[in-house]
């Protein structure tokens, strides 16, 4: 079945290839945050080893389908060839660390809100906090496309599908951590699954954007990559971690990221 989704997304613009991926990124988004017609809440410890899940497929997807790659298409060697992906790498970080101190918003697990000072309501700051986390997921995915339309020859449709689906993957739990908190505080079930599903709503906006910028600038693809890694990397130092970690299920979190890695890998090197 992956063979022939490649196949098709082989034949079709790339572009719109990475609209289909990100529209399929948010779908699971969807189907996770679907989970609140089902349950009012979630049992935390479930929780807590999801999130850590979606750490170990973040890191993997960092390492083996961005990093890699942007050393790889990267000219010179030894020092020369890895500076556009550091360069890259602490550019991603660094914006993603400036969001984080302006943008307001609350994580699941944590009571003090972030950024700067704000009469949002709750819901609202747990909705943004979700919203964060998939922008430099959409932009990866896209990005990987469009080095593909860019005619990278160490890019293929294969490598961004695999991404895709890692993608995929860990924001099932992240829409279940959207939509059960929101439940839990009184949001009627509609409602709940609604913003839940819309925190992903991002992804293919980025997706699309992170491909055309790369078609259209294509020097800037190994910075593109490592700045889409070093933004992911953050999220999962900076939020997912000491989220998954909050309720002291460390033990549980720590098997998910490990599981979440392993699987990662596995998918990128197997398939890709």
Do not use: C
């Amino acid at each position: 079945m992956i063979e022939s989704i490649i196949s098709y997304l082989e034949s079709i613009d790339p572009i719109v290839a990475a609209l289909y991926a990100t529209l399929f990124t948010w779908l699971v988004t969807a189907l996770g945050a679907a989970f609140v017609f089902l349950f009012k809440e979630m049992n935390k410890n479930v929780l807590d080893g999801m999130l850590g899940f979606t750490g170990g497929v973040m890191v993997a997807a960092s390492v083996w389908s961005l990093l890699i790659p942007a050393i790889d298409m990267s000219e010179g060697t030894g020092f020369i060839q890895v500076v556009p992906a550091v360069v890259g790498f602490l550019i991603g970080a660094a914006f993603l660390f400036s969001i984080d101190k302006v943008l307001p918003h609350l994580h699941i697990n944590f009571k003090k809100v972030e950024g700067v000072k704000t009469p949002w309501q709750k819901t609202t700051l747990m909705i943004l906090a979700i919203t964060l986390h998939n922008i430099p997921e959409g932009l990866a995915v896209g990005v990987l496309f469009g080095s593909v339309a860019a005619g990278v020859p160490e890019a293929t449709i294969a490598g961004a599908v695999i991404l895709a689906i890692g993608i995929g993957l860990q924001n099932f739990p992240e829409g279940i951590a959207v939509a059960m908190p929101l439940r839990r505080m009184g949001m009627s079930r509609r409602k709940s699954f609604f913003y839940g599903q819309a925190s992903a709503i991002v992804e293919p906006i980025a997706g699309v954007l992170g491909a055309m910028a790369v078609v259209t600038f294509t020097p800037i693809l190994p910075y593109a990559l490592a700045f889409a890694a070093g933004a992911m990397i953050f999220v999962v130092v900076e939020e997912v971690i000491p989220e998954a970690q909050q309720n002291k299920n460390s033990d549980i979190a720590t098997i998910g990221f490990i599981g979440g890695f392993i699987l990662m890998m596995t998918l990128d090197v197997a398939l890709g």
